[in-house]
């Protein structure tokens, strides 16, 4: 989502930059022919890569906020096939309910942006409910009556033309300030929640301290062609998300035979099994200055990925960025362990980067999302990837995100006195084995390097949340460390007057445990 004002520059291709809650609290009907209109847009919309909030504000802008005669009567969303001729409005098309509104409203604007976009991208619209038919641009035009006025754009030589609001003018609608008027209307459906969520909250927030995800080592060989040695910044400027088009464990083998590389891979659970998803492999150390040729190439980009390859140069757009892989084609299902995994990997580095939760996706120096999609780079006639699934899902990943940030930003989350390390009940500096609540500890004076990212914990219990004792130890980083159990836990001297646990596997030198001393 992008935090922007709507201007007549605004792109109609991209990522939704309101949502459908927004819009139905404008509406404030909770059911009928408006509700399902704005459902439906904002499914399809998603699916072909067209923000709904514009063609949203259109239709208001259209239909005078829903109440002309032409939506009541005719549930025409935006003018479609009034042309001014007394004939031909007469024969303009009516549609049945808000649903089909719709489909005509996003397959009509599809025929401006793409062109027929069945022979270009092979999809269809798939109607919510099983049972119902597939709607397709190609079968719509087969219409006898043509109610998609596909003749009509063709002739002006219309297909194809509309990138920005400023298009439309002229070819939508003659009147010149048309996209204006668009432009004004979404500022008033959705910009003042926008500035209410980007408000700096009464809590004090500190970045860096959102943990980095466990994640399986496996990291590609710079014999692999795609992995290219040294140059990237330690904190990506953009998170890419991608779809494998295939599984896991086979994404991972591939990766290892030289063909491709990522940073990242997330197993889901419709490709991958139950007990692997949520999964992370961890392709490429996070900050070694190594990365993968992993998004490209830079066709057409379009919405923040034209932002970013503006930005950074297209030569550069993978070095500053890290790509999160998802198991499974672009129809494939996420579950809920996924789903964390993703918004986890992304909540880390957007935290990393000093970005707000208050303010996320919205990279505010930058101005654009902090989250890309891949197609946004090589644009939609090229590839489609992350896919339909993912792009439908964003606005909750995004939220889903945003919570894991909140919970370690704010100060009074973060580390309540409730939660800190309980005393430990020997004195540091104490030689040999002592018991520490029924396990033997071996006690030493001793420090450790941090080798990578990791997050000190109230308690031996993996799970995170409420057992996290941010901030992170970051990579160079030297511990004290007073005891070590025969579990994979350091006691650290945090300096503070606690100890909580680190794990032993980031750091480096290893340390005897009470077993070698037996």
């Known amino acids: 989502m992008v935090f922007v004002s709507y201007t007549v520059d605004s792109p109609i291709i991209g990522k939704p930059t309101g949502t459908l809650a927004e819009a139905l609290a404008w509406l404030d009907i909770k059911a009928g022919a408006e509700t399902e209109y704005a459902t439906e847009l904002w499914r399809l919309c998603t699916l072909v890569g067209i923000d709904p909030a514009l063609l949203f504000a259109q239709a208001a802008h259209e239909t005078a906020d829903f109440s002309s005669a032409w939506w009541q009567y005719r549930r025409n969303p935006a003018g479609i096939g009034i042309t001014g001729d007394p004939d031909q409005n007469a024969a303009s098309h009516i549609w049945k309910n808000g649903t089909e509104a719709a489909r005509a409203h996003v397959t009509h604007m599809a025929l401006y942006v793409y062109g027929d976009w069945d022979e270009i991208h092979g999809l269809s619209f798939r109607a919510p409910s099983a049972g119902e038919p597939w709607v397709s641009i190609t079968k719509a035009l087969g219409s006898s009556e043509d109610y998609l006025r596909f003749d009509a754009i063709w002739k002006a030589g219309y297909l194809r033309s509309v990138k920005t609001l400023a ?84 994404t991972n083998n591939w990766f290892h035979g030289g063909n491709a590389a990522t940073a990242y891979g997330v197993a889901v659970a419709a490709t991958d099994g139950a007990a692997t998803a949520g999964k992370i492999y961890e392709w490429i150390a996070p900050r070694n200055g190594w990365y993968g040729e992993s998004s490209g190439p830079a066709k057409d980009p379009y919405g923040d990925g034209l932002i970013y390859a503006n930005e950074v140069g297209v030569e550069s757009i993978n070095r500053c960025s890290k790509a999160i892989e998802i198991s499974g084609n672009y129809d494939t299902p996420l579950d809920q362990k996924a789903r964390e995994s993703i918004a986890a990997m992304t909540a880390y580095w957007a935290d990393q980067r000093g970005i707000p939760w208050t303010e996320f996706p919205h990279y505010k120096a930058k101005g ?82 941090c080798a990578r990212a990791t997050l000190p914990r109230v308690a031996a219990s993996t799970k995170k949340g409420k057992n996290s004792y941010g901030p992170n130890i970051e990579p160079g980083e030297k511990c004290k460390v007073v005891g070590t159990l025969n579990s994979p836990w350091y006691f650290w001297d945090k300096g503070d007057g606690t100890y909580p646990r680190i794990s032993r596997s980031a750091f480096y030198p290893a340390l005897p445990r009470p077993r070698d001393a037996s």
């Not at 060989?221 to 890419?240: F, L, R, T």
């Not at 780079?377 to 939220?399: F, N, Q, R, S, W």
């Not at 006195?417 to 309980?422: F, H, R, S």
């Open 368 to 449: 654009r999302s902090f989250v890309i999609w891949h197609n946004e780079i090589t644009g939609l006639d090229y590839k489609a990837c992350p896919g339909a699934v993912v792009m439908a899902e964003t606005d909750a990943l995004i939220e889903l995100t945003r919570e894991i940030m909140k919970r370690y930003q704010e100060d009074a989350v973060i580390v309540p006195e409730t939660i800190k390390p309980a005393p430990i009940n020997w004195k540091p500096g104490d030689v040999g084995i002592v018991q520490y609540h029924g396990e033997p500890v071996y006690t030493l004076l001793a420090e450790v390097t």
């Open 167 to 250: 298009d439309l003018t002229g070819k939508w609608a003659t009147d010149p300030r048309y996209a204006e008027k668009i432009a004004a209307k979404a500022n008033s459906i959705f910009q003042d929640s926008r500035i209410q969520n980007t408000e700096v909250s009464p809590v004090s927030i500190t970045t860096g301290r959102v943990p980095y995800p466990d994640v399986i080592q496996s990291h590609l060989p710079a014999s692999n062609p795609y992995v290219v040695e040294g140059g990237a910044p330690k904190i990506p400027e953009a998170i890419i998300w991608h779809r494998m088009l295939g599984s896991w464990g086979g």
